[in-house]
């Protein structure tokens, strides 16, 4: 989700080509230095990710950050 330019815009796309109720999960390393991964720097907190899904349109967005060691995720419904 990281690399993906105008996250709100590409967001409200997807969300036009999804089923009513249907459901998104975004897979994304946490903003913290892991052994893996891309540079932390260029990661997304959290907190972001949800706020484009909400900006976007989605609800429902609920929030994992403990059950990956190294990944959050985030699921949301159209």
């Given at each position: 989700?990281m ?13 036009k080509?999804?089923?009513?109720g249907g459901k998104?999960?975004?897979v994304?390393?946490?903003?913290k230095?892991?052994?893996i991964?891309p540079p ?10 949800e ?8 609800k429902?967005i ?13 699921m949301?419904?159209?």
């Open positions: 989700f690399y993906i330019r105008n996250r709100v815009e590409y967001l409200a796309i997807l969300k080509g999804m089923s009513n998104l999960i975004i994304d390393f946490k903003k230095r892991t052994p991964g932390s720097d260029i990661r997304l907190p959290i907190h972001e990710v706020e484009a899904l909400y900006t976007a349109g989605f429902n609920e929030t994992n950050d403990t059950a990956l060691d190294y990944q959050y995720f985030v949301a419904e159209k």
